[in-house]
């Protein structure tokens, strides 16, 4: 699974941006998708998850009611909406596939997916 994220950019703290993952590779259907993000001289950290079923949902306590996570397997496309958005959001932010769930497990650490994207900034400025 080859995956693609785009739509980083600058944005006010308050506003708004989403976020897709395209993904190329006939198996995208039966991964389960994470997105993570990263701000300088920090790990990385979970962001999101939805199981590749699409029935389930998971987020980090820091963006729950403010990011929403959805996914379009049809056209092999994962989508980050983020609201609300603070300037400690501010991050490169990256999705993962992982194709070692059932159709609705998801996993919150990094170390369960196998496949990354190249990443897309975010800057929230205040």
């Known amino acids: 699974v080859q995956l693609v994220e785009s739509g980083g950019g600058l944005v006010q703290a308050g506003g708004l941006l989403r976020l897709p993952c395209a993904a190329s590779?006939?198996?995208?259907?039966?991964?389960?998708i994470g997105w993570f993000r990263q701000a300088p001289g920090n790990e990385r950290e979970f962001v999101a998850a939805?199981?590749?079923?699409?029935?389930?949902?998971y987020y980090a306590n820091r963006v729950k009611g403010r990011f929403t996570i959805s996914r379009d397997n049809a056209k092999n496309t994962v989508y980050l909406q983020m609201n609300s958005l603070k300037p400690e959001d501010t991050a490169v932010y990256y999705c993962?596939?992982?194709?070692?769930?059932?159709?609705?497990?998801?996993?919150?650490?990094?170390?369960?997916?196998?496949?990354w994207g190249q990443g897309t900034q975010v800057t929230v400025s205040s």
């Open positions: 590779g006939r198996t995208f259907s039966s991964n389960a």
């Open positions: 939805i199981s590749w079923g699409g029935s389930s949902t």
């Open positions: 993962a596939a992982d194709p070692n769930r059932s159709p609705t497990e998801v996993a919150d650490t990094k170390y369960e997916y196998d496949y």
